[in-house]
């Protein structure tokens, strides 16, 4: 069953939560739990998360999840997942998580290996901090919600995590389709101490524009393509993009078990997750430098230049990790990156979309341009996904 994550399952900073199409009603009750799933899914084909911990697993790295909670029950999640806070209920613990955002989310960064299944996170190391900020299962978004955070529950829950909750990393997968000055501000704190916080670009499609707290200054944002590589047709687009990954993805349920989903909200966490290993293997790097070293390291965009759907390119985890940084323009186009399904084959292979057509294509001009030449061109702003996406 593929989840379409609706309108409002996770939701409403302002008012919503950014879904992909078609939308559809959540279903009232709380997640149960999901079959195991056995095989590797094809983004965890692309991605090789046991490539990735030769090089780095995230040890010691604390990543705030700032989303509906996160089910700590779940058998890949045991002993990846802190109390956290919950600023929904005002209790403190954020590990429970009724309609399952949030623990798929802190899945795809954190959870570990199984060996009944093909499912596991990039960053297995990390410590996931759990910040329960909304939770709405109500289509209605034009009516209050007694089950969603407001603004200032969001902007809370933000400072708590870069505060009594240490986190070195922030993963929104929620998103503001206006502006809040308590989250603006929340953000630029966060983004003043050191912590990368990264921000899904919205589920609204093309036309929808910018989304918050992702077109705020310094966030890094996420938009989503399919397994084509190509924009997945609900990823909005804009300045407030920074990068894209896989969006329709197979992730943790809660309690047990797994369910297929899409959205930029579960494109986001794969950024995260880099992140997360980049601050391991560099320990001495600040965030412009890591995030300089994820924005050069991406599979080019098509056309070789940055581009409002797109971002920089196609989010490459092995790259970021084992390349040395150089200048900020990119060499001759060598990786492909985006699988495609093979008549003949099960497997995936890398498509060529990504390739760039020619050896000097300047793909990071202004590199920690991710959120420095951005922010300025838009007024330092930033945008991103909504409430579970």
Known sequence: MVVRWPVAVVAGLVVSVAVPVPR?????????????????????????????????????VRV?????????????????????????????????????????????????????????????GVTIVPVRVSEQQDIDETTATASGGSSQTFAQGIRWAVGPGHAQVINIS????????????????????????????GNDGPDAGVVYPAAYPGVIGVGAVGADGLR???????EHVDLVAFGDVTV??????????????????????????????????????????????????PGGARSDEYGYGL???????????????????????????????????????????GAGLAVLAGVVAVVVGRGRRRGWRAGHDRMPG
């Not at 429970?96 to 802190?106: E, L, N, P, Y």
């Not at 929620?174 to 308590?182: F, N, W």
């Open 252 to 301: 943790a349920s809660p309690v047990a078990g797994h369910q297929v989903v899409q959205g930029t909200s579960f494109a986001t966490p794969f950024v995260t997750a880099t992140v997360a290993l980049l601050k391991q293997r560099f320990p001495r790097e600040n965030a412009a430098q890591i995030t300089r070293r994820l924005l050069r390291s991406v599979d080019p965009a």
């Open 174 to 201: 929620l998103v503001m389709p206006q502006e809040s000055e308590a989250v603006e501000s929340a953000i630029a704190d966060a983004v003043a101490a050191g912590v990368i916080v990264v921000a899904a670009a």
């Open 232 to 238: 997945a047709s609900y990823s909005q687009v804009g």
């Open 315 to 357: 989010l490459n985890p092995y790259r970021a990790l084992s390349e040395e940084a150089g200048p900020v323009v990119a060499a001759a186009p060598r990786v492909v990156a985006a699988p495609r399904r093979v008549a003949d084959s099960s497997e995936w292979v890398r498509a060529g979309w990504f390739a760039a057509g």
């Open 64 to 124: 705030a999840v700032v989303d509906s909670g996160v089910d700590a029950r779940h058998p890949q999640l045991k002993g990846h997942v802190v109390a956290g806070r919950d600023f929904l209920r005002n209790e403190f613990a954020g590990r429970r998580d009724c309609v399952g955002h949030g623990t798929g989310v802190a899945g795809i960064i954190a959870a570990g290996a199984d060996a009944g299944s093909g499912v596991q996170g990039l960053a297995p």
């Open 24 to 60: 559809q009603a959540w279903a009232a009750q709380c997640l149960g739990p999901k079959p195991v799933v056995s095989a590797v899914p094809a983004e965890l084909k692309a991605y090789a998360p046991a490539r990735l911990a030769g090089l780095a697993t995230g040890a010691g």
